[in-house]
């Protein structure tokens, strides 16, 4: 027994000195960059606590409002702390191109050199030079690990246990998110090297979360009463105000992840703005059409479908085509969570797939139509140029298959693994009763 705790002390100690991701040559902090950079950290952990958790909470029946806005307040301290000990170095360091090395774990090395600039990806021939310290880039990606997992809740609203959920979302982050985040956006990741474009989440977030989502309404089934009870939202003054702080805070989501305050951030916010506008307009009009009537949660709806699909191409497209990706957006998702869901059966308690997934789908294969070439260019990063037309939207396509296919594979297997272990969802009388009282002894007055 002292020989193996021998060996596993010193295989921790060689871990803890793996060689940190700066370079000698490291460029130097830029004060504006880093500014705009925790700005909008600052703006994306808002999208999750409060804005996710409103909208969500104002969107599922007053019995689950508090269980609800519960996930998403646990959800961003798991995945903190999972995020911090190995969630980061499994997704932003070399390692090979599917999953990162440990180089990084529990965040050795970061504080090295805490007031520098360093190098995403150092010693690769694709390596990118950052203009703002690591500590910030890592607090910046920690808040999309956040709000991914986050969203997946949507599909299970109402009846998942806690214990359960907790666990899921810890092992989805290791084994789902970070995978296909590195994949994605480390300069090693093999989605990276095939050139496929997605500026700020549309495979990494959005379709690994809808797809997830999906997975987790499919193995749960439906709730009880779907389809005869009155399922309709408690409070959707809450859910305005969780979508307007989700808009709001997606100028952080998109804008940022230009990693500067230059004119790549300037266009990503004009056309996040322009895409979100069309979208909602697209959702509320063929809803008008549809049923005579324009609805407040159609209109948010539209909103966030049309954030969503934006998302991947907001570095790389021009205003025009963000108006055509938003109003696209609106009217398939606006399809996609009402005729499509019905029409196939699942229930989808809060359109995690509808939206996130589709609108996804729609915002990746987009980019490959639309990227404009002198935008995508960044004279510091080795990726090259990303320019619209039928080879780029194979590219675009080979990302989403392969997400969708991982994180369907992916996601199940954990959903088994949890569900012997604890069960995945509460009895039929726990459901009734509402997941508030039932699982954290609370109610609404």
Same mark, same amino acid.
């Not at 809808?210 to 409070?235: E, I, Q, S």
């Given at each position: 027994?002292?020989?193996?705790l021998?060996r596993?002390?010193?295989?921790?100690a060689?871990l %803890?000195c793996a060689a940190?991701?700066?370079?000698e040559d490291?460029?130097?902090v830029d004060?504006? /960059?880093?500014a705009? $950079?925790l700005? *909008?950290?600052?703006l994306?952990?808002?999208?999750?606590v409060p804005?996710?958790?409103?909208?969500?909470?104002?969107m599922v029946r007053?019995?689950n409002?508090? =269980?609800?806005m519960m996930q998403?307040?646990i959800i961003t301290?798991l995945?903190?702390?999972i995020w911090m000990?190995a969630?980061?170095?499994?997704?932003?360091?070399?390692?090979n191109?599917?999953?990162g090395?440990?180089s990084r774990f529990m %965040?050795?090395?970061?504080?090295d050199? +805490?007031d520098q600039?360093?190098?995403?990806?150092?010693?690769?021939d694709?390596?990118a030079?950052?203009?703002?310290?690591?500590?910030?880039?890592?607090m910046f !990606?920690?808040?999309?690990?956040?709000?991914t997992?986050? %969203?997946?809740?949507?599909?299970?609203?109402?009846r $998942?246990k806690?214990?359960a959920?907790?666990?899921?979302?810890?092992l989805w *982050?290791l084994f789902v998110?970070s995978?296909?985040?590195?994949w994605v956006?480390a300069?090693?990741?093999?989605?990276?090297?095939?050139?496929?474009?997605?500026?700020?989440? &549309?495979?990494?977030?959005?379709?690994n979360?809808?797809?997830a989502?999906?997975?987790c309404?499919?193995?749960? &089934?439906?709730?009880l009463g779907?389809?005869?009870?009155n399922?309709?939202?408690?409070?959707?003054a809450?859910?305005v105000?969780?979508?307007?702080l989700?808009?709001v805070g997606?100028f952080g989501f998109?804008?940022?992840?230009?990693t500067?305050a230059?004119g790549?951030?300037g266009? =990503?916010?004009?056309?996040t703005?322009?895409?979100?506008a =069309?979208?909602a307009?697209? +959702?509320t009009?063929?809803e008008?059409?549809?049923?005579?009537k324009?609805s407040?949660? @159609?209109a948010?709806?539209?909103?966030v479908?049309g954030?969503?699909a934006?998302?991947?191409a *907001?570095?790389f497209?021009l205003p025009?085509?963000a108006?055509?990706?938003?109003i696209?957006?609106g009217?398939?998702c606006f399809?996609?969570a009402?005729? $499509?869901?019905?029409?196939?059966g699942?229930d989808?308690?809060? /359109?995690?797939?509808?939206?996130?997934?589709?609108?996804g789908?729609?915002?990746?294969?987009l980019? &490959?139509?639309?990227?404009?070439?002198p935008? *995508?260019? /960044?004279k510091?990063h080795?990726? &090259?140029?990303y320019?619209?037309?039928l080879?780029q939207?194979?590219i675009?396509?080979?990302?989403v298959?392969?997400?969708?296919?991982?994180t369907a594979i992916a996601?199940?297997?954990?959903?088994?693994?949890?569900?012997?272990?604890f @069960?995945?969802r509460?009895? !039929?009388?726990?459901?009734r009763?509402? %997941?508030d009282?039932?699982l954290h002894?609370? !109610?609404?007055g």
């Amino acid at each position: 027994m002292n020989t193996l705790l021998r060996r596993a002390g010193l295989a921790f100690a060689i871990l %803890l000195c793996a060689a940190p991701a700066f370079a000698e040559d490291a460029p130097k902090v830029d004060s504006g /960059d880093t500014a705009w $950079m925790l700005t *909008s950290t600052a703006l994306v952990l808002l999208m999750t606590v409060p804005g996710l958790a409103l909208f969500y909470g104002g969107m599922v029946r007053k019995k689950n409002v508090l =269980a609800t806005m519960m996930q998403s307040f646990i959800i961003t301290c798991l995945v903190t702390v999972i995020w911090m000990v190995a969630g980061y170095s499994l997704a932003f360091t070399n390692g090979n191109p599917y999953i990162g090395d440990l180089s990084r774990f529990m %965040l050795n090395g970061i504080g090295d050199k +805490w007031d520098q600039a360093f190098i995403l990806g150092a010693g690769t021939d694709a390596a990118a030079p950052q203009t703002i310290p690591e500590t910030v880039y890592m607090m910046f !990606q920690m808040t999309f690990a956040i709000i991914t997992p986050a %969203l997946i809740a949507g599909a299970f609203a109402d009846r $998942m246990k806690f214990s359960a959920m907790c666990a899921f979302m810890v092992l989805w *982050s290791l084994f789902v998110y970070s995978p296909i985040a590195h994949w994605v956006w480390a300069p090693t990741g093999w989605l990276n090297a095939l050139g496929a474009a997605d500026f700020a989440g &549309g495979t990494v977030v959005h379709i690994n979360a809808g797809v997830a989502g999906l997975m987790c309404a499919l193995v749960l &089934g439906k709730r009880l009463g779907y389809g005869t009870d009155n399922m309709a939202p408690f409070n959707l003054a809450f859910a305005v105000i969780g979508a307007s702080l989700l808009w709001v805070g997606w100028f952080g989501f998109n804008a940022g992840s230009a990693t500067s305050a230059g004119g790549r951030a300037g266009m =990503a916010m004009t056309v996040t703005q322009i895409a979100t506008a =069309a979208a909602a307009l697209g +959702w509320t009009f063929a809803e008008w059409i549809s049923t005579g009537k324009p609805s407040v949660l @159609g209109a948010v709806s539209g909103a966030v479908a049309g954030l969503v699909a934006i998302t991947p191409a *907001s570095g790389f497209v021009l205003p025009g085509s963000a108006l055509i990706i938003g109003i696209v957006a609106g009217v398939v998702c606006f399809w996609a969570a009402t005729s $499509m869901k019905h029409l196939l059966g699942y229930d989808d308690s809060l /359109d995690a797939f509808g939206v996130h997934g589709i609108g996804g789908m729609i915002g990746a294969l987009l980019t &490959g139509v639309f990227a404009y070439g002198p935008l *995508s260019a /960044d004279k510091d990063h080795a990726a &090259g140029v990303y320019i619209g037309g039928l080879a780029q939207l194979k590219i675009q396509a080979i990302a989403v298959a392969a997400t969708m296919t991982y994180t369907a594979i992916a996601t199940l297997v954990i959903l088994l693994i949890v569900s012997v272990v604890f @069960g995945l969802r509460v009895n !039929q009388e726990e459901e009734r009763e509402g %997941l508030d009282v039932v699982l954290h002894g609370e !109610q609404l007055g």
